[in-house]
């Protein structure tokens, strides 16, 4: 076990990127790049983690931030949960904390959005505490190495490959233990097309030697992709538009989207019109629609959007615009927070 561990520290000595969380101990600077990192490769959160500590540099000054603000830093990440969770974090720990992150595992966990990923990671890195984190990286190292077949997925299976790490984990080291794994498995330990044949393990990883690479860790079950239709009404008036705030516990919530027509499968223009939705809208106006909508796909975890944009220009209003959506200039529209699908379809209207 010793022998493990000692060798993956002098590796990570030797390969570990230089990443600007690894210059700090400050657990507020940690903790918001593990959130960021969830679900969000290095080279795409590097950027992502710069702008927000530029913004927010500290814990009081994300607790007294505008959501819109945090929304519109966050745009582009995805899974927003994860930033509406840190604006209650932050807010938590500023109020019942004196703004100070709790320095162990237990009272960390505790928090709104630090599960046991995070919550190990600041307190081995920050606060020096033994507690190991377990990632994807992690898992398929381990899998690897000692050839456990146990569903990543399991309770059981957490809980074994926990028992494995903790013998693993150095006391005096279990901040850089517990990056050196993390990194061994995104650099080395990868995926696919691991680089076996100059890897430290090669003579005692179980998986290697008994030709298991592409079989551990244990995949986890395919999750059913749900299709949905969105419809959006980019609709011009003079110089603004219209938008409506997404407040229901579904994807993008809180952030801001053109007026949405969803439907139960790829409707025609036509039938479109025919919706009460639209009905109400337009109702004593005559829309001119351009015939030429944008459509895209986009992909998310659990559900795959069919999405259409229809730019539809009015001379009139009537009261159901004016009481269900949001008049706002284009330059105003930049500043709020909006799902990368708009963004992208904006940067495209805007050409």
């Given at each position: 076990?010793q022998?493990?561990?000692?060798k993956?520290?002098?590796?990570?000595s030797?390969?570990?990127?230089?990443?600007?969380?690894?210059?700090?101990?400050?657990p507020?600077?940690?903790w918001?790049s593990?959130?960021i990192l969830?679900?969000?490769?290095?080279?795409?959160?590097?950027?992502?983690?710069?702008?927000?500590?530029?913004?927010?540099?500290?814990?009081?000054?994300?607790?007294?931030?505008?959501?819109d603000?945090?929304?519109?830093?966050?745009?582009?990440?995805?899974?927003?949960?994860?930033?509406?969770?840190?604006h209650?974090?932050?807010?938590?720990?500023v109020?019942n904390?004196?703004?100070?992150?709790?320095?162990?595992?237990?009272?960390?966990?505790?928090?709104?959005?630090?599960?046991d990923?995070t919550?190990?990671?600041?307190?081995?890195?920050?606060?020096?505490?033994?507690?190991?984190?377990?990632?994807?990286?992690?898992?398929?190292?381990?899998?690897?190495?000692?050839?456990?077949s146990e569903?990543?997925?399991?309770?059981?299976?957490?809980k074994?490959?926990?028992?494995?790490?903790?013998?693993l984990?150095?006391?005096?080291?279990?901040?850089?233990?517990?990056q050196?794994?993390?990194?061994f498995?995104a650099?080395?330990?990868t995926?696919?097309?691991?680089?076996?044949?100059e890897?430290i393990?090669?003579?005692?990883?179980?998986?290697?030697?008994?030709?298991?690479i592409?079989?551990?860790?244990?995949?986890?079950?395919?999750v059913?992709?749900?299709?949905?239709?969105f419809?959006?009404?980019?609709?011009?008036?003079?110089?603004?538009?219209?938008?409506?705030?997404r407040?229901?516990?579904?994807i993008?919530k809180?952030?801001?989207?053109?007026?949405?027509?969803e439907t139960?499968?790829?409707?025609?223009?036509n039938?479109?019109?025919?919706t009460?939705?639209?009905?109400?809208?337009?109702?004593?106006?005559?829309p001119?629609?351009?015939?030429?909508?944008?459509?895209?796909?986009?992909?998310?975890?659990h559900?795959k959007l069919?999405?259409?944009?229809y730019?539809i220009r009015i001379?009139?209003?009537?009261?159901?615009?004016?009481?269900?959506?949001?008049?706002?200039?284009?330059?105003?529209l930049e500043?709020?927070?909006?799902?990368?699908?708009?963004?992208?379809?904006?940067?495209?209207?805007?050409?």
């Open positions: 076990m022998n493990i561990t000692n993956l520290i002098e590796w990570y030797l390969h570990k990127r230089n990443l600007p969380w690894r210059e700090t101990r400050n507020y600077a940690i918001v593990e959130i969830q679900q969000t490769r290095v080279n795409q959160g590097l950027g992502y983690y710069l702008k927000f500590m530029e913004t927010f540099p500290d814990i009081h000054t994300l607790a007294a931030a505008p959501m603000q945090l929304l519109k830093v966050w745009q582009g990440l995805g899974y927003y949960t994860r930033a509406r969770n840190m209650f974090t932050a807010q938590d720990i109020q904390y004196n703004g100070i992150f709790p320095n162990s595992y237990k009272d960390l966990i505790k928090l709104k959005g630090i599960g990923y919550a190990s990671a600041i307190a081995s890195i920050s606060f020096k505490e033994p507690s190991p984190v377990l990632d994807g990286n992690v898992f398929r190292v381990i899998a690897r190495i000692y050839g456990i569903s990543t997925q399991s309770a059981q299976g957490k074994n490959f926990k028992g494995v790490l903790t013998k984990i150095p006391h005096d080291k279990p901040g850089v233990f517990n050196a794994i993390m990194e498995g650099l080395q330990c995926p696919k097309n691991p680089l076996c044949e890897c393990f090669k003579s005692s990883c179980f998986a290697l030697n008994n030709n298991l592409d079989d551990l860790p244990r995949k986890k079950v395919k059913k992709q749900t299709k949905r239709y419809n959006f009404l980019h609709i011009l008036y003079n110089d603004s538009t219209f938008v409506e705030q407040t229901e516990n579904d993008w809180l952030l801001y989207q053109f007026p949405l027509i139960s499968s790829d409707y025609s223009l039938e479109l019109e025919k009460n939705l639209w009905k109400q809208i337009f109702n004593n106006i005559k001119q629609i351009n015939l030429n909508y944008s459509e895209k796909k986009h992909q998310l975890s559900q069919y999405v259409k944009f730019e001379n009139t209003l009537n009261s159901y615009i004016n009481k269900n959506f949001r008049k706002v200039s284009f330059r105003e500043n709020l927070g909006i799902p990368i699908l708009l963004e992208n379809y904006l940067a495209d209207f805007n050409k």
